[in-house]
T-cell receptor, first 116, second 112 residues
């Protein structure tokens, strides 16, 4: 078990460019989540998958954002036409069903996006 | 909607001091409560949890008790170490909801 892996760790992009992040969850976990964390704030929920199905999306996830989880394994988060307000840490987490009983998620180290 | 309120930081303590980080919540339904810790340069790690009233979560010398009557889940440690310096997040999940709701985090700095 190598934990939740996120790539890249850091990304600097020019405003208006598209970016894509990747998350590899713990292999046995069927749920995968994306969160966004801005400086001085707690993580905010963006979206989650159960296996390959995207079951919930936050209002924070504008139409410039899209997430996929083909085959229920790794996931990608794409941001189109980036804006400076997209600058944040993007966190991925995974869990089994029944997170209440099993004690929470396992988070990756995050991808820090800076839009200049 | 659900929300979590944490005391503002930073909290600066000397090594071996007693730590309390306050956390209160507002939730529809009956939440499970968590404390996560984020060490510099690392991801969030689950520190402890409690799933029902009066449960006490504990780990690495940290404790928190689920108090339904005061809607609180304060984090305590009897004697902090420099290695405890990190940001601590209180969080909750309610019902069958799939997402954690986090507080804004409290930075703890422990000095020698």
């Amino acid at each position: 078990d190598t934990g939740v892996s996120q790539n890249p760790r850091h990304k600097i992009t020019k405003r208006g460019q598209n970016v894509t992040f990747r998350c590899d969850p713990i292999s046995e976990h069927n749920r995968l989540y994306w969160y966004r964390q801005t400086l001085g704030q707690g993580p905010e929920f963006l979206t989650y998958f159960q296996n390959e199905a995207q079951l919930e999306k936050s209002r924070l996830l504008s139409d410039r954002f899209s997430a996929e989880r083909p085959k229920g394994s790794f996931s990608t988060l794409e941001i189109q036409r980036t804006e400076q307000g997209d600058s944040a840490m993007y966190l991925c987490a995974s869990s089994f069903d029944g997170v209440r009983e099993l004690g929470g998620y396992t988070f990756g180290s995050g991808t820090r996006l800076t839009v200049v | 909607g659900d929300s979590v309120t944490q005391m503002e930081g930073p909290v600066t303590l000397s090594e071996e001091a007693f730590l309390t980080i306050n956390c209160t919540y507002t939730a529809t339904g009956y939440p499970s409560l968590f404390w996560y810790v984020q060490y510099p340069g690392e991801g969030l790690q689950l520190l402890l949890k409690a799933t029902k009233a009066d449960d006490k979560g504990s780990n690495k010398g940290f404790e928190a008790t689920y108090r339904k009557e005061t809607t609180s889940f304060h984090l305590e440690k009897g004697s902090v170490q420099v290695s405890d310096s990190a940001v601590y997040f209180c969080a909750l999940i309610t019902g069958t909801a799939s997402k954690l709701t986090f507080g804004t985090g409290t930075r703890l700095q422990v000095t020698l």
